[in-house]
């Protein structure tokens, strides 16, 4: 073959291989496969305790380093979070907590990456939106992000001391799957209370058709309860014996019962505390349905109990 003849088919070959990506590895979508899982906007006792929550649906998307989350006002105006460093867990349905000090402080928590401690989440009306590939809005939130976010959750706003989370119950109702995102904040999120979960915390969602567990889980074909808090003692309190009520979305559940760093126990509603010692508490619920199944997410609650003068 001549000299041109061979350059022609050396140019051919190399066009061919460029357009089929011959010998080169394709790029791994290692954060595209994640949502918004949970928005805290803070309180009005301590509205610097912001916290932003991304799970995976799929593993090994932890490589989130460099990425970025941002936060919206109600007009739309955005800041950017940036985050530093990937995290270690890859595992689907793992999480990864962006939080300010604040809210590590008052949760008890450390954050995988830092949220800037600017009051950034507004209760009454913002957006979150992670890359360019999930957002979620609440209250009266102006248009225009970058991923669809459909009807604005909750238009009055988040409630105080609460928190925006989004449902795993389309689908496999024990695990969170790309089903969950609908495009439509309104059919997506619900307000919770806050239960801020980093990376380094296991997951207790299971995937569909795993027997039920110590940790919970769903059975062939079955859906986990969701376990309601129906009353709680305020988020600071002299009440040294407060006393909780709480419910479940099957009729016939049991509950299991959790104060601070002991065992679940079982336990009835009304749940009356032995005597606690004044500082920080947290009382921990889940519902147990008649086939064994667990509620993968616990109804969870912090509050401070204060000495006799109020400290």
Same mark, same amino acid.
Request: hydrophobic share 40%; proline share 9%; charged share 20%.
């Given at each position: 073959?001549?000299?041109? #003849?061979?350059?022609?088919?050396?140019?051919?070959?190399?066009?061919?291989?460029?357009?089929? #990506?011959?010998?080169?590895?394709?790029?791994?979508?290692?954060?595209?496969?994640?949502?918004?899982?949970?928005?805290?906007?803070?309180?009005?006792?301590?509205?610097?305790?912001?916290?932003?929550?991304?799970?995976?649906?799929?593993?090994?998307?932890?490589?989130?380093?460099?990425?970025?989350?941002?936060?919206?006002?109600?007009?739309?105006?955005?800041?950017?979070?940036?985050?530093?460093?990937?995290?270690?867990?890859?595992?689907?349905?793992?999480?990864?907590?962006?939080?300010?000090?604040?809210?590590?402080?008052?949760?008890?928590?450390?954050?995988?990456?830092?949220?800037?401690?600017?009051?950034?989440?507004?209760?009454?009306?913002?957006?979150?939106?992670?890359?360019?590939?999930?957002?979620?809005?609440?209250?009266?939130?102006?248009?225009?992000?970058?991923?669809? #976010?459909?009807?604005?959750?909750?238009?009055?706003?988040?409630?105080?001391?609460?928190?925006?989370?989004?449902?795993?119950?389309?689908?496999?109702?024990?695990?969170?799957?790309?089903?969950?995102?609908?495009?439509?904040?309104?059919?997506?999120?619900?307000?919770?209370?806050?239960?801020?979960?980093?990376?380094?915390?296991?997951?207790?969602?299971?995937?569909?058709?795993?027997?039920?567990?110590?940790?919970?889980?769903?059975?062939?074909?079955?859906?986990?309860?969701?376990?309601?808090?129906?009353?709680?003692?305020?988020?600071?309190?002299?009440?040294?014996?407060?006393?909780?009520?709480?419910?479940?979305?099957?009729?016939?559940?049991?509950?299991?019962?959790?104060?601070?760093?002991?065992?679940?126990?079982?336990?009835?509603?009304?749940?009356?505390?032995?005597?606690?010692?004044?500082?920080?508490?947290?009382?921990?619920?889940?519902?147990?349905?008649?086939?064994?199944?667990?509620?993968?997410?616990?109804?969870?609650?912090?509050?401070?109990?204060?000495?006799?003068?109020?400290?």
């Amino acid at each position: 073959m001549s000299s041109p #003849a061979k350059r022609r088919w050396g140019l051919l070959g190399a066009l061919t291989c460029l357009a089929l #990506a011959c010998g080169v590895p394709s790029a791994s979508a290692t954060f595209h496969q994640m949502s918004i899982r949970e928005v805290y906007p803070g309180s009005a006792s301590d509205p610097g305790a912001e916290y932003v929550e991304l799970q995976m649906w799929s593993s090994g998307q932890n490589l989130v380093g460099g990425h970025v989350l941002r936060t919206y006002t109600a007009t739309g105006t955005a800041s950017a979070t940036v985050l530093p460093a990937d995290v270690p867990n890859a595992a689907s349905q793992s999480t990864i907590l962006i939080a300010t000090p604040a809210a590590e402080t008052e949760f008890g928590v450390a954050a995988d990456a830092s949220l800037p401690a600017a009051d950034r989440l507004d209760p009454a009306a913002g957006a979150v939106c992670w890359e360019e590939i999930d957002c979620v809005a609440w209250g009266a939130f102006a248009s225009g992000l970058p991923s669809p #976010a459909g009807a604005d959750a909750l238009p009055a706003g988040i409630p105080d001391e609460m928190a925006l989370r989004r449902t795993i119950a389309p689908g496999c109702a024990t695990a969170l799957e790309k089903p969950d995102d609908r495009d439509n904040s309104a059919t997506d999120f619900a307000a919770v209370f806050p239960d801020p979960r980093p990376n380094s915390v296991a997951p207790s969602e299971h995937a569909c058709g795993l027997a039920s567990g110590p940790t919970g889980g769903a059975g062939a074909g079955g859906h986990a309860p969701a376990t309601l808090l129906r009353r709680k003692p305020p988020r600071r309190t002299r009440d040294r014996t407060p006393t909780f009520r709480f419910a479940s979305d099957e009729a016939g559940a049991t509950f299991l019962c959790l104060l601070d760093r002991r065992a679940y126990r079982p336990c009835r509603s009304p749940f009356t505390t032995k005597r606690l010692a004044t500082g920080r508490h947290v009382f921990r619920v889940r519902a147990r349905d008649r086939s064994g199944l667990l509620d993968p997410s616990p109804a969870s609650y912090r509050f401070h109990v204060l000495a006799a003068n109020g400290r």
